[in-house]
């Protein structure tokens, strides 16, 4: 039985891969696959066992949490070693320790495994890093969303704004750029443009423009009534 198409969606931090993601999902009645959510959760489970920042460190639990991902009333819930920690693995603090746990090959091959196999049957949208580059590089469709870093500061100020916290845009804009090279210039899997993949600039778009966009690739590329066989 052939399975259901797998479309990737990569890009740097901030260019609103997780929204596109999910609402492309969502349109197409596939799976959202928030790979880095299950870095976040790993770096979480780090930062809980105090890590000092060495591979040679890392517990043999740490390096191999059970992590599941619940879709749950629209929402998908990150479970780690039966802790919902869905909330807490979204601070800056835990997308810098993400960044910077992807580039250990213990880390990232434990991770691999667990994403395709989330992925075996298709239906999939998957957003991260290295989704077209490494994860499925045979996915039938590949984005690669990306935005000025100009913007990309100002969504995520306005994002962590909106959830009550003190931020200014200095620290914020020095966070990104610090993820951006740890995400650039890894020697493991770096964030690259995925061979044969549409680069979008969401810079000037609106998430509809975004996503509407996507879809007329997605159904260009991989005919809706493919999409959909089970």
């Known amino acids: 039985m052939k399975r259901r198409p797998i479309i990737t969606i990569d890009g740097p931090a901030g260019a609103g891969k997780s929204t596109i993601s999910k609402l492309l999902a969502s349109r197409l009645s596939f799976v959202c696959l928030d790979t880095g959510a299950l870095y976040r959760a790993v770096a979480y489970r780090l930062k809980c066992e105090g890590w000092n920042g060495t591979a040679g460190a890392i517990a ?81 469709v590949k984005f690669f969303l990306d935005a000025s870093v100009e913007e990309r500061v100002k969504r995520r100020y306005l994002e962590m704004i909106s959830k009550g916290e003190r931020v200014n845009l200095t ?44 879809m007329s690739i997605v159904e260009r590329v991989c005919p809706l009534r493919e999409c959909f066989f089970t």
Do not use: W, Y
Request: with cysteine.
């Open 60 to 140: 043999d639990p740490v390096r191999h949490p059970k992590i599941s991902l619940m879709h749950q009333a629209g929402r998908v819930r990150v479970i780690v070693d039966g802790e919902d920690v869905s909330d807490k693995i979204r601070t800056e603090e835990i997308g810098l320790l993400a960044s910077k746990i992807s580039a250990l090959p213990q880390i990232r091959e434990n991770l691999l495994s667990v994403q395709r196999e989330l992925a075996a049957a298709g239906g999939v949208v998957a957003e991260g890093r290295d989704m077209g580059t490494v994860v499925f590089p045979d996915a039938e």
């Open 171 to 214: 620290d914020i804009e020095n966070d990104l750029l610090l993820r951006d090279r740890q995400d650039c210039e890894r020697s493991i899997a770096p964030l690259v443009i995925p061979e044969g993949a549409f680069v979008v600039d969401s810079s000037n778009q609106s998430i509809p423009q975004v996503v509407d966009f996507m």
